[in-house]
């Protein structure tokens, strides 16, 4: 069995990527809580012993370093046979979405989500820049699931784990009240989150929490 160790902080919506899909695959992992806030992964140490790119969060695989949290996530559903897609034409369908959220939902929601709540005095034109292209890219999700239960269609998969994430976080950090605002999105939430063995972020990150400025 392989043996597991996730670093992480809490906050940290791709580690609960990483951590919520070992979890509906029945596996077990070490947490290995990282100060983030006060900036270790900046350090030249941790960028040297932990990850090169600076960046969290690092999925140890017996002792082998895995970072970037798309393709831990493919790696993983090709290992355990589940949550991935089940011929080319759902495998091109994960990898679209995966993409989109990496480079649209995910990395905004992130910044302006971190921005707005763990730091003292953000900057109300960035805030207003960032929420506008999240109202954008949550009007493109709400539509598709009004007709898709999950993101290619009657079962979950590793990109609806990678398009939750940060939306699963308590509204009071996000700044949106999905049930009121994005019925279809919160419904979706609500369908990931009655898959047995689901935990929510918090639960399955324990650990020193950034202080809330919001």
């Given at each position: 069995?392989?043996?597991?160790?996730?670093?992480?902080?809490?906050?940290?919506?791709?580690?609960?990527?990483?951590?919520?899909?070992?979890?509906?695959?029945?596996?077990?992992?070490?947490?290995?809580?990282?100060?983030?806030?006060?900036?270790?992964?900046?350090?030249?140490?941790?960028?040297?012993?932990?990850?090169?790119?600076?960046?969290?969060?690092?999925?140890?695989e017996d002792?082998?370093?895995?970072?970037?949290?798309?393709?831990?996530?493919?790696?993983?559903?090709?290992?355990?046979?589940?949550?991935?897609?089940?011929?080319?034409?759902?495998?091109?369908?994960?990898?679209?979405?995966?993409?989109?959220?990496?480079?649209?939902?995910?990395?905004?929601?992130?910044?302006?989500?971190?921005?707005?709540?763990?730091?003292?005095?953000?900057?109300?034109?960035?805030?207003?820049?960032?929420?506008?292209?999240?109202?954008?890219?949550?009007?493109?999700?709400?539509?598709?699931?009004?007709?898709?239960?999950?993101?290619?269609?009657?079962?979950?998969?590793?990109?609806?784990?990678?398009?939750?994430?940060?939306?699963?976080?308590?509204?009071?950090?996000?700044?949106?009240?999905?049930?009121i605002s994005?019925?279809?999105?919160?419904?979706?939430?609500?369908?990931?989150?009655?898959?047995?063995?689901?935990?929510?972020?918090?639960?399955?990150?324990?650990?020193?929490?950034?202080?809330?400025?919001a």
């Amino acid at each position: 069995m392989t043996a597991y160790r996730l670093h992480y902080f809490p906050e940290s919506g791709n580690s609960y990527k990483l951590a919520l899909m070992l979890t509906l695959c029945g596996q077990t992992f070490e947490p290995i809580w990282t100060d983030f806030g006060g900036g270790v992964t900046r350090t030249a140490e941790w960028r040297a012993t932990v990850n090169e790119m600076g960046e969290i969060p690092v999925l140890e695989e017996d002792g082998a370093r895995l970072t970037q949290t798309a393709p831990i996530l493919l790696q993983l559903a090709e290992r355990y046979g589940r949550y991935g897609g089940k011929n080319a034409q759902e495998q091109f369908e994960v990898l679209r979405w995966l993409f989109w959220d990496n480079h649209k939902l995910s990395g905004y929601m992130a910044t302006y989500r971190y921005h707005r709540t763990f730091t003292r005095s953000p900057d109300p034109h960035v805030l207003t820049y960032f929420r506008r292209r999240i109202d954008d890219f949550l009007a493109i999700l709400e539509q598709h699931l009004q007709g898709s239960a999950f993101a290619i269609g009657d079962r979950p998969t590793i990109a609806d784990f990678s398009i939750m994430a940060y939306l699963s976080f308590p509204k009071e950090e996000t700044g949106y009240d999905f049930a009121i605002s994005h019925p279809a999105v919160h419904a979706w939430l609500g369908r990931i989150a009655n898959l047995p063995g689901w935990r929510s972020p918090y639960d399955l990150l324990p650990g020193k929490r950034l202080t809330h400025y919001a």
